[in-house]
Nanobody, 123 residues
């Protein structure tokens, strides 16, 4: 059974930082793309950052470039998203997702999803 478990969300003031973690089980981690996606009520889910564990190539949403870094620890089957200089517009539910042999950050392409973790940035 494939499982993706997120942690690290919370409430933070604008300008603060958070590190989200996504730990996967039931997959061959190195064969997967793992991504972080966010969703605000009433809006579509969007890709924030994705990493392809085959070659560690990465993708970032324009609005988080320079403020976020995605990394992968294949020994721990865990992907991290470090987010700095957080802004109120970063407030959303953040989901971790995975797809075998993925090569993009389109949420429609991702198959396995975690339950989500709330990130709230106060002004």
């Amino acid at each position: 059974e494939v499982q993706l478990v997120e942690s690290g969300g919370g409430l933070v003031q604008a300008g603060g930082s958070l590190r989200l973690s996504c730990t996967a089980s039931g997959i061959i981690f190195g064969d997967y793309a793992i991504g972080w996606f966010r969703q605000v009520p009433g809006e579509e889910r969007v890709g924030v950052s994705c990493i392809h564990n085959s070659d560690f190539s990465t993708y970032y949403l324009d609005s988080v470039k320079g403020r976020s870094k995605i990394s992968s620890d294949n020994a721990k089957n865990t992907v991290y998203l470090q987010m700095n200089n957080l802004k109120p517009e970063d407030t959303a539910i953040y989901y971790c997702a995975g797809v075998e042999h993925g090569d993009n950050c389109d949420p429609n392409a991702y198959v396995y999803w975690g339950q989500g973790t709330q990130v709230t940035v106060s002004s």
